[in-house]
């Protein structure tokens, strides 16, 4: 996952800091050193960190931190706070037009996810109620037309083409057209890209831009490049205006940086990221929940999200406030063992639950999926009693239960340790956040 290097060094000095009761003007001045080469080590434009830290340190000094009863707690709030600034605090959701079809173009560079995401977004809007179109603007590449055909019919999404052979230009202006008459809601014009940025493809983006004026211009810029993306953003900004970012590849082992930094130098705000290949795979952007994240909060509110799609919406509020509790019970553990199998690969959801980050990539899938029989097992041959408070557990219960669940013992301590753990890590979750949320 992106940022994984950032949030380790950020989790770090935050819990670090959030534990002292004290702060003396050193501690901040180091806590913010600190932050200043995480930051800047990945890959955060070097003129954004020295904004942001100037931000820190104005902040920190208005509030008062250093005569703060929770001074720790108080700068970790601040960083928090600024991140989320950095991210865009403002207004970053999909903007419709008030009556009639609505326009959008997705640009970008070649193999940045254009036609990925023009999908992933028509199905998003689908889901939503909306009457979508998908036009195959890109007749530079053979495949892209069938690409998005194939695409289309994945998601039950209708494609508008006229091959290969009439420009990009005509057949955006005739989908949109065929879109008026037929009565659709959104019409989404998948776009050609380039290697690089040459005038040409500009010049047909912004015709295209003339003919159809779009009430969205979304660029996808993937996250793997690095620092290019600013340059790319700017560039693309400066001919066309972009009103949202699509940051792709956001599940590749990217350092981030530019993405921290893409906001702040155009002024563009991110209004998605893509997270894998699949359909599925694009999460609505969150500044404050990216900043959970790098900052070691974990991502307990996507994963719910997530999980809400795959079970029913009570039952995801039970999860969550039994894990933020702190009050858990081993049959709490069973049934979200259970609900977070159906979310996907352990090792990918690892990252969202907040203190397991560290080892979301360390997970081998077939390896967990074992572990989480033989957890099941385990529990389920216990007494009522004992899930709920398993350290009444004698030598002969174990043994009793290792027996009936075909475990062993050494299992079964496994299981009470685990549990005991995930307890502990819950509760000073709850108090490390408190007054965050
Ligand atoms: N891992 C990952 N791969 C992606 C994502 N979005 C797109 N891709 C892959 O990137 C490649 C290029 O995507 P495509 O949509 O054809 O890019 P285009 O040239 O800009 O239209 C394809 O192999 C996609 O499956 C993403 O969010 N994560
Ligand atoms: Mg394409």
Do not use: W
């Not at 970790?76 to 991210?87: P, Q, T």
């Amino acid at each position: 996952m992106a940022f994984n290097s950032l949030q380790d060094r950020l989790t770090k000095v935050m819990r670090n800091i959030a534990g002292k009761g004290k702060l003396s003007q050193r501690n901040m001045e180091e806590t913010l050193k600190e932050i200043r080469v995480a930051l800047l080590e990945s890959d955060v434009n070097y003129g954004v960190v020295q904004d942001f830290l100037k931000s820190v340190s104005k902040e920190a000094e208005g509030q008062d931190v250093l005569n703060a009863i929770d001074p720790g707690q108080l700068l970790v709030k601040i960083v928090h706070d600024e991140i989320i600034k950095l991210l865009g605090d403002d207004d970053n959701s999909i903007k419709y037009n008030s009556s009639g079809l609505s326009v959008m173009m997705v640009v970008g560079l070649q193999g940045t996810g254009k036609t990925t995401q023009v999908a992933k977004i028509a199905n998003l809007m689908r889901k939503e109620g909306k009457k979508v179109l998908m036009i195959a603007g890109d007749v530079v590449r053979p495949a892209a037309i069938e690409q998005l055909k194939t695409l289309g019919n994945e998601i039950n999404v209708e494609v508008f083409s006229r091959g290969l052979f009439v420009d990009a230009l005509n057949t955006s202006i005739e989908g949109v057209k065929y879109a008026k008459n037929e009565g659709f809601d959104v019409v989404l014009i998948d776009t050609a890209g380039r290697l690089q940025i040459d005038d040409a493809l500009m010049q047909e983006l912004e015709n295209i831009k003339k003919a159809t004026n779009p009430c969205e211009i979304l660029l996808t810029v993937d996250a793997l490049t690095g620092q290019d993306i600013v340059n790319v953003a700017k560039t693309f900004n400066e001919r066309l205006n972009v009103t949202g970012l699509v940051v792709t590849k956001f599940d590749g082992d990217s350092k981030g940086g530019s993405v921290l930094s893409v906001k702040a130098i155009t002024g563009v705000p991110i209004k998605y990221t893509g997270v894998g290949e699949k359909i599925g795979d694009i999460d609505v952007f969150h500044p404050d929940r990216l900043a959970d994240r790098i900052l070691g909060m974990g991502d307990v509110v996507s994963l719910v999200e997530k999980a809400q799609e795959e079970f029913d919406e009570k039952a995801a509020e039970e999860m969550t406030m039994r894990m933020l509790s702190g009050k858990m019970t081993l049959d709490d553990m069973l049934y979200s063992l259970e609900q977070t199998k159906k979310l996907g690969p352990l090792s990918s959801i690892m990252g969202m639950i907040p203190g397991l980050g560290d080892f979301s990539g360390k997970i081998n899938d077939a390896d967990a999926d074992k572990a989480t029989k033989v957890t099941k097992a385990v529990i389920q041959s216990m007494t009522k009693e004992e899930r709920k408070d398993p350290s009444i557990m004698r030598g002969t219960h174990k043994r009793r239960v290792a027996k009936g669940s075909g475990t062993s013992v050494d299992d079964v301590n496994r299981v009470i340790n685990q549990f005991e753990r995930s307890k502990k890590m819950m509760r000073s979750l709850s108090s490390m956040t408190k007054g965050l949320f």
